[in-house]
């Protein structure tokens, strides 16, 4: 069975440039989660997503960052237009069962902003 | 607030070395406590849980102890392979048994296990 998988690997983008991420749960998971690893620091929580509806946004940092998951698959993290501190790793997660909450990462994309 | 602290890295040590990462967390209730590792090149690997107090997650060598009296899930492992270089993070969820929660990690040790 194949892992989360995360779309691009590593992005190298400049100041004022879009960026979309993608990330591909597990198949049958309908809990998707987005974090992100900055300047070598914790990670940190951005959203979940429940299906195709946003269950918690409140780790966004801001209303440059706009998630969606159309038809409850995958998802994306559009990062418009991207600043110097975004540059950093985001982890996209997938779980099955609330109750366990065993989430599972992707490889993560590594983003940088120039 | 929830939070997990770790020991600085990095870590390097010797094959064969006795491995300690020490980690504490702040958290109300009780959370589910787990060590997740990321493997150069790779993404984030589950390595061990635990999901109440007293219980001993463990895997591939690997052992740590959910100790609510101290607050703490240390890392252990007897015998360090140069396999074993990677980040280790300390996390917690701070509701494990209700409905979802975020997974809240600390800041990561980074070991290096030199031949």
């Known amino acids: 069975e194949a892992g989360v998988t995360q779309f691009p690997s590593h992005s190298v983008i400049e100041k004022g440039q879009t960026v979309t991420l993608r990330c591909d749960p597990i198949?049958?998971?309908?809990?998707l989660y987005w974090y992100r690893r900055v300047m070598g620091k914790e990670i940190k929580f951005l959203l979940h997503?429940?299906?195709?509806?946003?269950?918690?946004e409140s780790g966004m940092p801001n209303n440059r960052f706009l998630a969606e998951r159309t038809g409850g698959t995958y998802s994306t993290l559009k990062v418009q237009p991207a600043e110097l501190e975004d540059s950093g790793v985001y982890f996209c997660?997938?779980?099955?069962?609330?109750?366990?909450?065993?989430?599972?990462f992707g490889p993560g994309t590594r983003l940088t902003v120039l | 607030g929830n939070s997990v602290t770790q020991m600085e890295g990095p870590v390097t040590l010797s094959e064969e070395a006795f491995l300690t990462i020490n980690c504490t967390y702040t958290?109300?209730?009780?959370?589910?406590l787990f060590w997740y590792v990321q493997y150069p090149g790779e993404g984030l690997q589950l390595l061990l849980k635990a999901t109440k107090a007293d219980d001993k997650g463990s895997n591939k060598g690997f052992e740590a102890t959910y100790r609510k009296e101290t607050t703490s899930f240390h890392l252990e492992k007897g015998s360090v392979q140069v396999s074993d270089s990677a980040v280790y993070f300390c996390?917690?969820?701070?509701?494990?048994?209700?409905?979802?929660?975020?997974?809240?990690f600390g800041p990561g040790t980074s070991l290096s296990v030199i031949p």
């Open positions: 997503f429940v299906k195709e509806s946003k269950q918690d």
């Open positions: 997660a997938s779980s099955q069962d609330l109750r366990v909450n065993e989430q599972f």
């Open positions: 198949s049958g998971h309908d809990n």
């Open positions: 958290a109300t209730g009780y959370p589910s």
């Open positions: 996390a917690l969820i701070k509701n494990g048994w209700a409905s979802y929660d975020k997974v809240i």
